[in-house]
């Protein structure tokens, strides 16, 4: 059944409220009889694509498609047809300049007063700018995930409005030892995770105030019931419309750990009468307390430029690398000479032990002046090396 110009330019004006106007419209418009074949294109189709004057009638629109696209389009237009139903096509489409655009080709049957089917009317949209945005934001959204499951840090994501978990990275389930189902859909307070939770409260009060939250030092208890410390932030982001927290989690107990030793050291070493010196596997000096300054007679910055050997009596040199070496095996005890800055030598003895301090092999040495045992006076000095 062909269409008449009348009708033609009713449907026009149907799909597009600019063709009131006389203007052409900005959709590319098409018509069809009751067997499939176009009978109509508007004139932005042939500027669009660049098929000659009649090119896109009957099947001929098929041919502005990309290859790949012919015969699904072909396929799923016909079977529409057949079953009168409105169809979506998204295809790609040659532009005049021979790029292919993606595009949106969407129909709805025609239907005549005594309900006779007239065929479909539809129109061709470029949609190239939304897909570019979309995948983008898929591109975005793949790295945001990776970033977010592949981390060493703890991520969490909770709702501001009722503190419930919407996600955790598995960095937070490895390290919680809880599953994904014990967690989501719940609250930190209902897996008793914080072990004080007002710091908690602490941190979501700046976030309704606007302020951030960086660098907050919490306790967090692990599913068997073992205490970490983290360093948390936090910021507010919006996911489907819903505000959400995004904390970040970092694992620094082993850090706390270290500091109560160093702590612990560092009273020892300071507090103590006896020399304490750390040094590499060649016997370069890294570390000295007091006492070792007071016993040599050089200031800290010299003893640090020195090696251990420098501080043996020449006398008693030869015997310090088979020493030092045997140190660094397993640990060993004995006497030798040292020499302080004026030239003055006293009886020590030495306990020495390999030991790695990240990553490096350092020795311990603890060394006595037995000037004491020896007849010589005076109180009996540890000095570590």
């Not at 932005?44 to 015969?71: I, V």
């Not at 703890?154 to 030892?177: H, P």
């Not at 990240?358 to 000095?383: A, F, H, P, W």
Request: proline residues 4%.
């Amino acid at each position: 059944m062909d269409v008449t110009e009348q009708e033609t330019a009713g449907l026009l004006q149907a799909a597009s409220p600019l063709d009131a106007t006389g203007a052409e419209p900005p959709l590319m418009v098409w018509v069809t009889d009751p067997g499939g074949a176009c009978t109509f294109r508007s004139q932005s189709w042939y500027d669009f694509t660049g098929q000659p004057a009649g090119g896109g009638l009957g099947l001929g629109w098929l041919k502005a498609l990309h290859p790949d696209d012919r015969a699904p389009a072909e396929a799923k237009f016909l079977d529409a047809n057949r079953r009168r139903v409105p169809f979506r096509i998204d295809c790609r489409i040659r532009r005049s300049d021979g790029v292919y655009r993606w595009a949106i080709d969407s129909g709805a049957p025609r239907f005549g007063p005594q309900g006779e089917f007239l065929g479909y009317i539809g129109a061709v949209i470029d949609i190239s700018e939304r897909k570019q945005a979309e995948e983008a934001l898929r591109r975005s959204e793949a790295k945001f995930a990776t970033a977010f499951n592949a981390g060493p840090i703890l991520l969490t994501m909770t709702r501001l409005a009722d503190g419930r978990f919407v996600e955790v990275n598995e960095s937070f389930l490895n390290t919680t030892g809880f599953t994904r189902d014990e967690v989501l859909g719940r609250t930190p307070f209902d897996l008793n995770l914080w072990v004080q939770p007002a710091k908690r409260l602490e941190g979501l009060q700046r976030l309704h105030q606007g302020l951030s939250v960086r660098g907050f030092e919490s306790e967090i208890r692990m599913k068997d019931g073992t205490l970490r410390t983290f360093l948390m932030s936090a910021d507010l982001v919006d996911v489907d419309g819903e505000t959400c927290v995004l904390t970040a989690l970092t694992d620094i107990t082993a850090r706390k750990q270290a500091e109560v030793i160093l702590e612990r050291y560092q009273l020892l070493s300071e507090r103590t009468q006896d020399i304490v010196l750390f040094t590499r596997a060649d016997g370069q000096i890294v570390e000295a307390n007091q006492a070792a300054v007071a016993a040599y007679g050089h200031d800290r910055a010299t003893l640090l430029t020195k090696r251990i050997q420098d501080l043996y009596d020449e006398a008693a040199l030869p015997e310090a690398d088979p020493q030092l070496a045997l140190a660094n095996q397993h640990g060993v005890l004995f006497e030798t000479v040292h020499r302080r800055s004026d030239g003055s030598t006293f009886p020590v003895e030495v306990s020495s032990i390999g030991a790695d301090l990240g990553g490096e092999g350092m020795r311990l040495s603890i060394i006595r002046d037995t000037r004491g045992r020896k007849g010589g006076g005076g109180e009996g000095q540890i000095v570590a090396a």
